[in-house]
T-cell receptor, first 115, second 113 residues
Framework: KAGVTQTPRYLIKTRGQQVTLSCSPISGHRSVSWYQQTPGQGLQFLFEYFSETQRNKGNFPGRFSGRQFSNSRSEMNVSTLELGDSALYLC??????????????FGEGSRLTVL | QQQVKQSPQSLIVQKGGISIINCAYENTAFDYFPWYQQFPGKGPALLIAIRPDVSEKKEGRFTISFNKSAKQFSLHIMDSQPGDSATYFCAASRRDSNYQLIWGAGTKLIIKP
């Protein structure tokens, strides 16, 4: 079974630009979560999508948005980039079946650098 | 009440020693406590998990100790090896919140050969 695939793996943007990151979950997984990881800040939860609906949302400004498609693939978008948005963005998928503990399977991340 | 506090932030252990990472929580409604391991350049991966109805769970060299009354749980790595060098995250979740994970801040573990 293929793992979680994130593209692109690395990207460099300048302040004010926008970026779209893509995530393909493990086949059969209906839940996709996004995290921001920066040195010293750990894993900061952005949002979770389940069956194309945002089910949970973290404490990030509205510049951060996401969506999920009918095939469970997900994208996240960051508009009006700021220097502080430089981070590793991780996508994780899970089965999210009723009663399932929701083990997360992470991709290797998209490393965004904002200049 | 939703926080999970993890310590230490970083840890250096000699090869063959015991590595211990601690986590504490406030919300007694949490009913699932996983530990994730992250190697450089990789995403985190589930290492071991425990439910509050047991006080200890062991998988190979990795053991979770759980103290329900103190609202604390810890990860013990016995006979620590250089290959265990990674960042470790504890987390907690509840069935009635779809097991949405509340994460600790992470511990960077370095095993010296």
């Amino acid at each position: 079974k293929a793992g979680v695939t994130q593209t692109p793996r690395y990207l460099i943007k300048t302040r004010g630009q926008q970026v779209t990151l893509s995530c393909s979950p493990i086949s059969g997984h209906r839940s996709v979560s996004w995290y921001q990881q920066t040195p010293g800040q750990g894993l900061q939860f952005l949002f979770e999508y389940f069956s194309e609906t945002q089910r949970n949302k973290g404490n990030f400004p509205g510049r951060f948005s996401g969506r999920q498609f009918s095939n469970s693939r997900s994208e996240m978008n960051v508009s009006t980039l700021e220097l502080g948005d430089s981070a590793l963005y991780l996508c994780a998928s899970s089965l999210a079946d009723r009663g399932n503990t929701g083990e997360l399977f992470f991709g290797e991340g998209s490393r965004l650098t904002v200049l | 009440q939703q926080q999970v506090k993890q310590s230490p932030q970083s840890l250096i252990v000699q090869k063959g020693g015991i590595s211990i990472i601690n986590c504490a929580y406030e919300n007694t409604a949490f009913d699932y406590f996983p530990w994730y391991q992250q190697f450089p350049g990789k995403g985190p991966a589930l290492l071991i998990a425990i439910r509050p109805d047991v006080s200890e769970k062991k998988e190979g060299r990795f053991t979770i100790s759980f103290n329900k009354s103190a609202k604390q749980f810890s990860l013990h790595i016995m006979d620590s090896q250089p290959g265990d060098s990674a960042t470790y995250f504890c987390a907690a979740s509840r069935r009635d919140s779809n097991y949405q994970l509340i994460w600790g801040a992470g511990t960077k573990l370095i095993i010296k050969p």
